[in-house]
């Protein structure tokens, strides 16, 4: 019997990797976990996972001998770390072979949100450039004051890009970090107050829910911009979008949402937000990385190597 | 009579600040020129010129006491320098101000086309990342080659931010330029050769008139990406829709073109171009700092100072 069950949506490349090392069991979904037959589930010792379903204890009592999670992605919030210790339940994710592609696609969108590039090419393309002229004057986005919150490895590739934007780089994070002048925050109010544009590189799950709260957000002001390609998990939602709609905030860029893909259809009916279907990693060459990593977490725990890029 | 002529379609705030400086008088285009009355035209010495329509010898003609040409732009391959200072008429633009504006534009365009963000946004949007699943993947920017054409202000700008994407520099300019290490090319075609994105940062006019030829294009090879913030008449358009339509480069992201804004419709059918309506330096900012430059210009020239920012 195979040791080796995969959960998830993966590409055929990841599919056919991932059959060609370990000959492993497919699942679409955590909760098909019950459908596995008592002796395949006794069998398996590692799980390869992609999906932000719930992994917690219900499929944890499912596989009475795992003994590693493999997660693909560097944000594990589906996974339960805690009830995974406890079990001896060894987790692992893809860190850092994602941070460029995701700052990238961070400055992006505040780019396009300042420069309201969507509504440009719409404007072009529809051909009111042609007829009604000129698109509108916009904002200047160079020499702003970008504020930072989590200066983690992500957090940390954003500022150094904004930087040679001529930003004004604030941040906040648990302790002051070493960085080149860039201005300590240790509240996230005194830092929003402090900023035009808010970029949240937190991780996810139950610590840094609603992190950027109602108050956060208030603090803005009417040129505050919330860029987030964390976790829809990470701000206040429902204070988000109240504060869109009455115009005390100048707009937002977001690849990451509640609910999704189901998000609150309030965010289509605003201009000023610009929308990305989380796709912050979603590159070929960092999906290959991230997979090949992963792999090679599950091949270290057969094996009894230590383990690439454990987080428990 | 008044000695100052405005000709373009300025902005409310830049009519209002025109008008309080120098009470002149307006046309929106230079042909209506011919329909001021002599003794009117015999009073012009300074023209407040923003536009792309030709200002050559007849418009001169027109004007014989003329002795300012005050560009909007840092561009002004619209006006015959060659005629002006043959009749000792001084040029100025607005150069510097829009560096930034400019560079921005030119990153930000640089991103949507290789992480495909206004489709993206578009699969967002119309229900397709509910309906359909995640959007396709697409094409890790930062780590790329980038090579810039012109390494005057404006590219050096745009450079010295992609350096902070780690992309590997290169450039062709006359000569070799101090920089952190940036590749020279002192060959458009060598330059191609080496790099994915080519970005386009020359000046316009008839010296620079398809200086991305279809050589050029055709060196960029099947990776290969044109981005142009400088004027349409730099490339050979021609070549470069055939390049694009045929699949032997990867994409486009362009902000000038020629004929604007009725540019060549095969634009709209391809999939793979970001469209700009030559916004570049669009922002209430920059223009309020151009406008601003202009007039200074123009106070300069009937305070018979120097003028601050002359190109003859």
């Known amino acids: 019997?195979?040791?080796?069950?995969?959960?998830?949506?993966?590409?055929?490349?990841d599919t056919a990797a991932l059959k060609e090392a370990f000959d492993p069991v497919f699942l679409d979904h955590p909760e098909k976990l019950s459908g596995l037959d008592g002796a395949a589930r006794g069998a398996i010792t590692a799980l390869a996972y992609k999906g932000h379903h719930a992994v917690g204890m219900t499929e944890m009592d499912l596989l009475p001998n795992l003994a590693l999670i493999a997660n693909y992605g560097v944000g594990y919030d589906a996974i339960d770390v805690k009830a995974a210790s406890t079990r001896g339940i060894r987790v692992t994710?893809?860190?850092?072979?994602?941070?460029?592609?995701?700052a990238d696609l961070a400055v992006a969108m505040l780019l396009m949100q300042g420069r309201e590039m969507v509504q440009a090419s719409e404007w072009a393309r529809?051909?009111?450039?042609?007829?009604?002229?000129e698109y509108r004057l916009n904002r200047k986005v160079s020499g702003g004051?970008?504020?930072?919150?989590?200066?983690?490895r992500i957090g940390r590739e954003i500022a150094d890009?904004?930087?040679?934007?001529?930003?004004?780089?604030?941040?906040?994070?648990?302790?002051?970090?070493?960085?080149?002048?860039?201005?300590?925050?240790?509240d996230p109010v005194s830092l929003a107050r402090a900023v035009d544009y808010l970029v949240i590189a937190l991780v996810g799950g139950a610590e840094t829910e609603k992190f950027v709260s109602r108050k956060v957000i208030d603090a803005l002001g009417p040129r505050g911009v919330v860029v987030n390609i964390s976790r829809g998990?990470?701000?206040?939602?429902?204070?988000?979008?109240?504060?869109?709609?009455?115009?005390?905030?100048?707009?937002?860029?977001?690849?990451?949402?509640?609910?999704?893909?189901?998000?609150?259809?309030r965010f289509y009916r605003l201009e000023n937000v610009v929308i990305q279907p989380h796709q912050g990693s979603g590159?070929?060459?960092?999906?290959?990385?991230?997979?090949?990593?992963?792999?090679?977490?599950?091949?270290?725990?057969?094996?009894?190597?230590?383990?690439?890029?454990?987080?428990n």
Chains 1, 2 share one sequence.
């Open 161 to 186: 890009r904004l930087a040679a934007f001529k930003m004004d780089i604030h941040y906040f994070a648990r302790s002051e970090k070493p960085t080149p002048g860039w201005t300590y925050h240790a």
């Open 1 to 13: 019997m195979t040791a080796t069950l995969v959960i998830g949506p993966y590409s055929d490349i």
């Open 233 to 265: 998990t990470t701000v206040d939602e429902r204070a988000l979008l109240e504060a869109l709609e009455e115009g005390r905030i100048a707009g937002a860029a977001l690849d990451v949402f509640l609910n999704e893909p189901d998000i609150d259809p």
């Open 283 to 311: 590159t070929f060459e960092t999906r290959a990385a991230m997979g090949q990593l992963q792999r090679d977490n599950v091949a270290a725990h057969h094996a009894g190597r230590t383990l690439l890029t454990a987080v």
């Open 93 to 102: 994710n893809t860190p850092d072979v994602l941070n460029d592609d995701v």
């Open 145 to 152: 004051r970008a504020g930072i919150v989590g200066l983690g």
């Open 126 to 133: 529809s051909g009111n450039w042609k007829t009604a002229g």
